[in-house]
């Protein structure tokens, strides 16, 4: 058979087939459409497609997915099976990479594209179709479109408007959008066995350990089962690439000592990770069918839940944890938590095991504690500091963002913080409009924080070029320096040490990492360098990429890129005339980027994070500015009932700390980037800063002003009418124009 018959008669096999018609029917019909359908039924890859070939008057659809690694995945997919190049007739489009063109007509994106899309264009415009897939995911960014699509349906009733989701519990969705039909695809399921093992700990002691426990549990399916992949759910690159490495350990070991009798079929496993940092090139390789006698064994973040469907999965391992954003009223911070999953997410993963024949899903945890998960994750808007968002819809020019139609609004308390800490950054006025700094800032692919911190250090501070090339390493979520583990050897873990300490700015890691990247440039952006500094290449392309869409946006803006002022060190010693040699980040010339300015401008985005030394050798206390906001202490963004902040290890004041003492003792405040919770709260991307930045600072003018605004609520003003005919007029215009440069 063909590869193309093949990839036919696997579209048709799928669920959705059946129903190709009547679903091309309901879509006619109605404009808004809800559509369930077990995970794998074909939802995300089939029914735009339908749309495709059988709707031609529909010019673009545009399909949301929550994750970036899904609509990669999917739009490739896709265009294999329409036998199109990637980029043409199908694309997709994420943060920082668009592979589309003009004439695509089926364009995959996040649902944070299509977010900055309506919030550019209510109308909309460009789609004739829009699909929100993976709506039962809840991100944030879903949960917005929502409010906005209910908008762009009343402003185009012709949009048609499908929501797609895996789970039963979608009459919510139908209920929002005015009790819309919703078209159910019956599923193809077998059987799963749910299968405690007998000393099952109790989920709350299994956070240390379930990585071992997930490598023992797929080493046993593997050694004991029949035929069939499996697939083990943990949280992130960490522990993926952790649980890859003991798990091929025990493959050499076992094979060498041939102390398994593996069953005929399957004599060897074949490890894959599945996470989002991995290039496209790697995940291709998870979906393809393993060779004879091999058994595919997937380690996976959530992606692997709902989202992307891998073939031949016959054993789930849950480890019942799962990576998300947490936000932290009380101390106003938002952190990336590894938490405990819902019984509906558990539920998900477990049924992963019987898409293609019955099968088995081993829990890490016991049955109580599966009874005692929460039933459903809650979604994320109800999770997280609202700060883009919030921008987001000043945006549009909804004033009144306490009353947004949210399809479960978040917590009041969360949405007045927000207005606050946009209010400090001056991106909305005390009336709560957007500013045109707000509106700069909505420009940015970044947190307002950074991008406020880009806006300064071009307009205030004149050292844009370095602040940009900073803001690109923190944009990435990895870390930047790798660390050889202990087993490696001593020799190797104080060789990383000391190439750390040569790259590290005394000032800390904002400075450390414009080090790595001029010394990175300077050896040519070669990936022999950086594994010779155990430097982790990845980070640097990703920031050489981001920092070229930021630099767009900066022109597109009129920021100007400026060098900072630099600190000449005299190379020659004028006394014994020696040559000194050159220090990391220096030019042939000794000359060095100046860190005062450049820190002061991270300050105008991070004033409100900042820890001062406690009396305790390396712990520092979360600065709190009580004095001007006793009145509200419970709703204070900036109040702190914590907190008692560690360093990273891996951060560069960490390193003088161990090595010399004298320079601790100097160390008075920090500004840092996030904070991590491990057992403690840790800082992350930390840099010395001096307290006098912060009380001239603008930030703690504003912090002064914050009472006397009307930020609260029952002051809000009025909704701001839209002039909509106006705006469509303009729209009209701006089209024909653009039909007719064409
Ligand atoms: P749903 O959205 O309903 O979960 P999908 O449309 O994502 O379903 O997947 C439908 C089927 O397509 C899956 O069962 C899987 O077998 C197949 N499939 C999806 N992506 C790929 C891929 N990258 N390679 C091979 N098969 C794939
Ligand atoms: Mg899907």
Redesign the pocket.
């Given at each position: 058979m063909s590869h193309r018959d093949r990839i036919r008669e696997q579209r048709e096999n799928?669920p959705t087939f059946e129903y190709k018609h009547d679903l091309i029917e309901a879509i006619r019909e109605y404009s808004i459409l809800v559509i369930i359908?077990e995970?794998?039924?074909?939802?995300?890859?089939?029914i735009p497609q339908y749309i495709l070939e059988e709707m031609p008057e529909m010019k673009r659809i545009g399909v949301t997915q929550p994750r970036r690694i899904a609509a990669i995945?999917?739009a490739?997919?896709v265009s294999e099976e329409q036998d199109v190049r990637l980029g043409s007739n199908i694309g997709y489009t994420i943060r920082f990479d668009d592979r589309t063109s003009s004439t695509t007509r089926l364009k995959y994106m996040t649902d944070g594209i299509l977010l900055r899309e309506a919030t550019l264009d209510p109308y909309l415009t460009q789609y004739s179709v829009v699909v929100i897939d993976e709506a039962h995911e809840r991100t944030l960014e879903t949960d917005v479109l929502f409010g906005l699509l209910k908008e762009t349906h009343k402003l185009r009733p012709d949009l048609k408007i499908l929501i797609m989701s895996?789970t039963l519990d979608v009459a919510k969705f139908s209920d929002f959008f005015d009790e819309c039909p919703i078209f159910a695809i019956p599923g193809r399921t077998y059987p799963v066995q749910v299968i405690y093992p007998v000393d099952a700990p109790r989920i709350n002691t299994l956070k240390s350990a379930f990585v071992d426990r997930a490598v023992e549990a797929a080493w046993s399916i593997h050694a004991s089962e029949p035929e069939g992949d499996i697939l083990v759910f943990l949280t992130g690159q960490n522990d993926i690439e952790r649980a890859c490495k003991a798990f091929e350990e025990k493959s050499r070991k076992a094979n060498y000592k041939r102390e398994i009798k593996f069953y005929e079929e399957v004599q060897h496993a074949v490890v894959y990770p599945l996470h989002a940092s991995l290039e496209t090139f790697d995940q291709k390789a998870v979906?393809e069918l393993p060779r004879r006698g091999d058994r595919k064994v997937v380690f996976a973040t959530n992606v692997a839940q709902?989202s992307?469907?891998i073939?031949g999965i016959r054993y789930v391992v849950d480890s019942g944890f799962v990576k998300e954003k947490s936000y932290d009223p009380n101390t106003g911070m938002d952190a990336l938590l590894v938490t405990e999953i819902s019984q509906a997410a558990a539920i998900q993963r477990a049924g992963r095991a019987g898409?293609t024949a019955p099968g088995k899903a081993f829990r890490l945890y016991n049955e109580d504690s599966f009874n005692q998960l929460l039933p459903n994750t809650i979604p994320e808007i109800q999770r997280s500091s609202l700060l883009g968002t919030v921008l987001s819809l000043k945006k549009l020019n909804i004033v009144d963002v306490l009353n947004f139609a949210f399809i479960d609004p978040p917590e009041e308390t969360l949405v007045r913080n927000a207005l606050k800490q946009l209010y400090l950054l001056e991106a909305i006025d005390e009336e709560g409009k957007i500013t045109k700094l707000g509106d700069q800032m909505s420009y940015f692919p970044l947190s307002p924080a950074l991008a406020r911190v880009l806006i300064s250090s071009a307009e205030e501070y004149k050292c844009s070029y370095e602040a940009v090339i900073i803001v690109s390493m923190l944009a990435g979520d990895l870390d930047l320096f790798r660390t050889p583990r202990i087993k490696d050897g001593e020799e190797e873990v104080n060789r990383a040490e000391t190439c750390k300490l040569k790259l590290a700015h005394h000032t800390g890691d904002h400075m450390t990492y414009l080090n790595v990247w001029k010394e990175w440039k300077r050896n040519n952006k070669s990936k022999k360098w950086c594994k010779e500094n155990y430097i982790n290449a990845k980070v640097l392309d990703i920031a050489a990429n981001v920092r070229e869409q930021l630099m767009d946006v900066m022109d597109k803006l009129k920021l100007k890129i400026v060098h900072g002022p630099v600190i000449k060190r005299k190379l020659k010693s004028s006394s014994t005339g020696k040559i000194r040699t050159r220090r990391m980040g220096e030019n042939d010339h000794g000359e060095s980027a100046d860190p005062v300015p450049i820190l002061e401008s991270f300050l105008t985005g991070y004033f409100t994070n900042i820890a001062n030394k406690g009396a305790h050798r390396s712990v520092f206390s979360h600065y709190a500015p009580d004095e001007h906001l006793s009145t509200e202490s419970s709703n204070n963004i900036l109040s702190t009932t914590l907190v008692a902040l560690h360093l990273h290890p891996l951060c560069s004041l960490s390193n003088n700390l161990d090595r010399n003492n004298l320079q601790f003792s100097e160390l008075d405040w920090v500004m840092y980037s996030n904070i991590t919770y491990t057992n403690k709260a840790v800082m992350k991307g930390v840099s010395k800063i001096l307290w006098d930045w912060v009380k001239h600072g603008k930030g703690q003018e504003r912090i002064k002003l914050l009472p006397s605004t009307r930020l609260n609520g029952e002051a809000q003003p009025k909704i701001e009418e839209l002039d909509l005919e106006a705006e469509n007029k303009i729209i009209q215009k701006e089209n024909e124009k653009k039909e007719q440069e064409q």
């Open positions: 799928l359908g995970t794998g039924s074909g939802k995300t890859t089939q995945t999917v490739k997919r895996a979906f709902t992307v469907t073939p898409r």
